[in-house]
C-alpha cells in the first residue's frame, strides 16, 4: 500500500498570489461587468395601446374571479360570472376583432414578440462570449502545469479533463490544473454575485440555463404564437364550470373567531 | 376538498414563501462559505471535510430556528423539514464550501 500514500509536490507559495487570486479577481469582475452589460442592452419594454392592455387585463381579471371564486359572497360571485362569460363570448375585449379566425400571429412579423426573442438572444451572447474568452486566456497562459491540490478524492475518470497540460499516469486526480480552479469559481461565485448584485443578477449562468429549459414560463400567456379569442373561450368555460360549487369562505367564521379564544 | 377549504381560509402567498426560501438561502450561502475557510484551515480530508459541512449546516440550521424563526417554523414554512433542508445541498451552497475550502487548504499546506 506504499503507493497510495500522498504525493507531495513542494509549490512556490508565488503561484498563489500570481494565479489563483488573479483567476478568482477576473471571473468576479467580469461577472460584474456582464450583469451590467446585461441591464443596459435590454431594450426598454414597450407601450402598448390601449386595447392591447385591455384585452390582457381583463383575461387575467376572468382567471382571478375564477380562482378566488370563494371570497365573495354567491350573488357577487354569480353577477360577475355571468357578465365575463357573456363578454369573453362576444369578443368584447378583443383588440382586433377582425383576426378572430386568423391564425396566430407569427413570432417573427409581430414586434412585441421579436422584443422577447432578442432579449434572450442577447441574454444568451452576454453569457457565452465571457466564458469562451476567459477560457481562452486560462488555456494560454496558465496551462501545462498543476497548480494545487484537491482536498477529495475523485475518480480515475476526472484526470484527463482536470489536469489538462500535464500528461503523466501516475499523478493523484488530486492534483489539478488551473482549469479546474475555473469550474470551481465558476460554480462557487454565484453565491458571491448574489451578494454584490443583489438577486436576479444576470451574471447567474444556472438561472438562465434553468430558465432556458422552461420554455413555457417565460413566453406568459400573451406571448407570440397565441390565440387571444381562444383563450377567452377556454376561460368562459372555466368560470361556467367553477360556479357550480361555491363555498363561501366566510359561512362557519364565527365559529372559527370563537375557537382563537 | 377539505384541503382546498383549508388553503382558501389561510392562503399560501407565493411572494412570502420565495422571500422565506430567499432569506434561507442567503443565510447559507455565506455560512457555507465561512464553513469551507474553517474547514481549509483545519486541514480537513475528504470525508471529513464534507462531515463538517454537514455538520455546519445543522448547527446553522438550529441557530436559525431560534434566532430567525424565532422558535416556530410552522409559522413560516409549509412543513416541518423545509428549514433544515432547503439548499443545504443545492449547488451554491456546496459550491461555496468546495471553493472555499480547496482555496484555504492550498494556502495553508503550502
Redesign the interface.
Known sequence: MTEEASQMILRDPQLFYWILFPITIVMIVTGVLRHYATVLMQSDPQRQDLKAIREQRNLLRGVNVRSNHDQIPYQSFNARKTSLVAEFKRGAYLKDPDSVGKPAANPMTDPAGMDQMMNMMKGNMAMIIPQTLIMGWINAFFSGFVIMKLPFPLTIRFKSMLQSGVATRDLDVRWVSSLSWYFLNLFGLRSVFNFILGNDNSADQMAAQMQQMNPAGGAGMFGPGQDPNKMFLAEAENLEVVGGQHDWILHGVETRVLDLY | MLDE?KL??DPVVPENVAHNT?IVT?IR??T??VCGIA??ILG???YA??VFYLVGSVFVSMLMLFLVADGKPGKYFQSGIDLWTTEVFG???V??F??????V???V??
Open positions: 377549504r382558501a381560509i430567499r442567503d450561502s455565506l457555507s462559505s474547514a481549509g480537513l480530508e475528504s471535510g464534507f449547488t451554491s451552497s459550491a461555496s468546495v471553493l472555499m475550502w480547496t482555496l487548504y492550498n494556502l499546506r503550502a
